[in-house]
């Protein structure tokens, strides 16, 4: 069996501008920040951004890294709720965006991890849905009719297909099986079975024998076929909630607050996203001891 | 005098978003704000024990505990399977709403034009999944203009004037109660649009059209909103909020 290991930097080398990208988590939820933070510090632009959004598509946006985005929604699950980089870029006109209903994020990902072309789908008719989308979303006609003789017609949610999975689990092998601590798997294997490439970043890497034993069967939501490259990153899905650690609310608002003048931002760029992932982690640990 | 003539607006509130609830059965429960779990859990410790409840998160809830309290568990609902009990309607949520307008288009979205909004919120959420598949109510704390709007921005939830009737996609659309600080509304107005149910004690028929950018039908026969019984009273009380949390969304 391969061993799948990897730096953050290494994923981000075989990232390409242009590339569509899949970002598992929810909200401020299990979001694969580091390496989100490893392609703010590259290069890379140009992206369409496809998820259930949160801080990684705020910050991808705060560094002018995304044309693009197809999303449900985009919130930071607790006072002061709304991204303000995403907030920035919408008011703006800075992104293109394919807003969707929520259900239908999961059946573009269902489509594309089934090699369908599309899936149908209720939600998004009558709604701005179809207007965000400017054409690009179609409905279609059911083949079957019903018993009284009429015929349905649906949403057809093209399939989600990613370039890119990007997810962040609590617990993985060197293999690329993995497993979350929490109580909600999310969407994390669907982004994966979505995509062409999958990268996993995990806070604790371990044995296969030890994740097996660590965690009931059923919460390995995934396994090596479905991952192509392994980062053990601990405190990764940081200031957001993962399954051992919870949302870092202290740092969350920080981050909102740092976003309301430049001079702030300046800082907290310099502090927090200009720097190496373990500096990152230790400027938190610093934060953390402040006061208030 | 009886203990209920001293019921708090607030409480009256959370007795409107009860009675939403009557009469659902055996579905899940999704209320969205402190008001409105406080009134899922208080029709489920009264007239609709069968309700499923979640804890916000993805367990479902064995018994009715406080706001913020921990309580047995009774099954599992990931976000993921929350879409498939969407699809199936076997749900009521009781969502909010930045604006609704008499129709019942609700919008959480983003204020102005869809790819250059004056203000962005949250984006669309379950909104368009929910109206067209189950039962959806609205809980809005603060009725005024802004939010009881002539034409919201981006529709979000799908209002009465959306449905298209040749289509039966849309045959499971149906939006139930709208409760504010103010009184309890339905769709039964001329071609499916807002009308009043009834007020809140000491809420006029001017307080309501004042406060609201469109004509809602039925406002000077509205009777008034029932008042907590004393055991209702006592379980919001001590039972299920006994922190007043209640008090910091609908001001007394």
Redesign the interface.
């Known amino acids: 069996m391969r061993d799948k290991r990897m730096s953050l930097d290494d994923v981000v080398g075989e990232l390409r501008s242009g590339m569509t990208i899949g970002i598992g988590g929810?909200g401020s939820r299990r979001k694969p920040m580091a390496l989100v933070r490893a392609i703010l510090r590259s290069d890379l632009t140009d992206l369409t951004v496809v998820g259930?959004?949160g801080p990684d598509l705020g910050l991808l946006c705060s560094a002018g890294k995304v044309r693009k985005a197809y999303?449900?929604?985009?919130?930071l699950d607790s006072a002061p709720?709304?991204d303000p980089w995403?907030?920035k870029a919408?008011?703006?006109?800075a992104i293109?965006?394919r807003?969707?209903?929520?259900?239908?994020v999961?059946c573009g990902l269902q489509a594309a991890a089934a090699r369908l072309p599309f899936l149908p789908?209720?939600?998004?008719?009558?709604?701005?849905?179809m207007?965000?989308w400017e054409g690009e979303l179609k409905t279609v006609e059911s083949p079957y009719p019903?018993a009284?003789g009429?015929?349905?017609?649906?949403v057809a949610m093209p399939a989600l297909n990613l370039d890119a999975a990007l997810v962040h689990l609590d617990l993985g092998d060197k293999h690329g099986n993995a497993a979350y601590t929490g109580?909600?798997?999310?969407?994390d294997d669907?982004y994966c079975l979505s995509a062409e490439r999958r990268y996993l970043s995990v806070d604790r890497l371990v044995e296969t024998e030890e994740l097996v034993k660590a965690v009931p069967q059923q919460a390995i939501i995934l396994n090596r076929m479905m991952v192509d490259g392994v980062v053990e990153a601990p405190g990764g899905a940081h200031f957001t909630f993962s399954g051992s650690y919870g949302r870092d609310e202290k740092f969350q608002r920080h981050y909102v607050d740092a976003a309301k003048t430049p001079e702030s931002w300046a800082e907290f760029k310099a502090t927090y996203l200009d720097v190496s992932e373990d500096e990152y982690q230790a400027a938190v640990r610093a934060f953390a001891t402040q006061e208030g | 005098m009886t203990e209920t003539t001293t019921s708090t607006r607030a409480e009256v509130c959370v007795v409107a978003c009860a009675e939403i609830f009557r009469g659902a059965g055996e579905i899940m429960a999704s209320p969205m704000s402190p008001v409105t779990t406080i009134g899922a859990r208080l029709a489920r410790l009264t007239f609709e024990p069968d309700l499923l409840l979640s804890d916000g998160?993805?367990?479902y809830l064995a018994e009715t505990p406080a706001l913020g309290a921990k309580a047995p568990i009774e099954g599992?609902i990931?976000?993921?399977k929350v879409?498939d009990v969407?699809?199936s309607g076997r749900r009521h949520v009781v969502m909010g709403a930045n604006q609704i307008d008499k129709y019942g288009n609700q919008n959480l979205?983003?204020f102005?034009p869809?790819?250059?909004?004056?203000?962005?919120?949250?984006?669309?959420?379950?909104?368009?999944?929910n109206?067209?598949?189950h039962a959806t109510s609205y809980w809005v704390p603060k009725h005024n203009r802004r939010v009881f709007c002539e034409q919201v921005d981006?529709?979000?939830?799908?209002g009465y004037d959306?449905?298209?009737p040749?289509?039966?996609?849309?045959r499971?659309h149906h939006l139930h109660r709208v409760v504010s600080n103010l009184g309890v509304f339905d769709f039964g107005g001329p071609d499916h649009t807002m009308r009043a149910l009834s007020l809140h004690p000491g809420v006029g028929a001017d307080e309501v059209a004042e406060n609201t950018a469109f004509e809602i039908a039925g406002l000077g026969e509205a009777g008034e909103t029932r008042l907590p019984t004393e055991e209702e009273l006592r379980i919001i009380r001590t039972v299920l909020d006994p922190k007043g949390i209640r008090d910091k969304e609908v001001a007394a």
Do not use: C, H
Request: proline fraction near 5%.
């Open positions: 929810w259930y959004g999303y449900g929604f985009v919130s709720f709304y995403f907030a919408r008011t703006e006109g293109t965006v807003e969707m209903d929520e259900g239908m999961k789908i209720r939600a998004g008719l009558g709604s701005a849905v207007d965000f019903a009284d009429r015929t349905e017609t649906l109580v909600d798997p999310y969407f669907l | 998160e993805a367990l599992w990931p976000f993921s879409f969407v699809a979205s983003a102005g869809l790819q250059r909004p004056t203000r962005q919120m949250f984006g669309v959420r379950g909104a368009p999944g109206t067209i598949n981006i529709v979000s939830g799908i959306k449905v298209d040749a289509n039966p996609a849309f499971f």
